[in-house]
């Protein structure tokens, strides 16, 4: 059974804290993903990479990096967190580029 | 531009009833198009994928339908259960462009 893990469901940070968001697939996918999901705006791309310590830009990189050090961790940096962050975070991953994805179950931050 | 717009954005329907979720796209050069299923709280899972010679797939009772030429997708759940509150999603791939575009969502209630 595929599995895509999120490192939290639910975070609450400050202003200006870093954040991590991990994500962690067990399929051997090359492809991973970080989206955010906002009421009315669907979903939304901030990165991608596809391979180890390759990352490209999505939609909306501002604010964010990312880091692929193993193929199977994929994770999502907030350097100094802003309240127009706050946000539903998905992660997912798949065998190609624009093939099935499999997503996370999600971590939803606030900023406060 | 390539956009993917979804119709209605909410419905609500009494159990057992039937209903369509509409999406229309301007993708082009069109690939295929993925609906998926996201529960509240959880990562959108895929339903069925469509690709351009394909006019209708089903997957129990939710069916999808593609006409390539309008540039239309319809998926229709049948006899509907509680479960099925969910939003669905509409997303389309840009062939040679390796590239996802997501569609905002339709959100269903089902009501006992």
């Known amino acids: 059974d595929v599995k895509v893990t999120q490192s939290s469901r639910y975070l609450v940070k400050r202003t200006g804290e870093k954040v991590f968001l991990e994500c962690v697939q067990d399929?051997?996918?090359?492809?991973m993903f970080w989206y955010r999901q906002d009421p009315g705006l669907g979903l939304r791309l901030i990165y991608f990479s596809y391979d180890v310590k390759m990352k490209e830009k999505g939609d909306i990189p501002e604010g964010y990096s990312v880091s692929r050090e193993k193929k199977e961790r994929f994770s999502l940096i907030l350097e100094s967190a802003s309240t127009n962050q706050t946000s539903m975070y998905l992660c997912?991953?798949?065998?190609?580029?624009?093939?099935?994805?499999?997503f996370g179950p999600g971590t939803r931050l606030t900023v406060l | 531009k390539n956009q993917v717009e979804q119709s209605p954005q909410s419905l609500i329907i009494l159990e057992g009833k039937n209903c369509t979720l509409q999406c229309n796209y301007t993708v082009s050069p069109f690939s295929n198009l993925r609906w998926y299923k996201q529960d509240t709280g959880r990562g959108p899972v895929s339903l069925t994928i469509?690709?351009?010679?394909?006019n209708t797939k089903s997957n129990g009772r939710y069916t999808a339908t593609l006409d390539a030429d309008t540039k239309q997708s319809s998926l229709h759940i049948t006899a509907s259960q509680l479960s099925d509150s969910a939003s669905y999603i509409c997303?389309?791939?840009?062939?040679?462009?390796?590239?996802?575009?997501f569609g905002q969502g339709t959100r269903l209630t089902i009501n006992p």
């Open positions: 997912a991953s798949s065998f190609t580029r624009v093939g099935e994805q499999f």
């Open positions: 399929m051997d996918h090359e492809n």
């Open positions: 997303v389309v791939s840009v062939q040679g462009a390796q590239k996802l575009v």
């Open positions: 469509m690709t351009f010679s394909e």
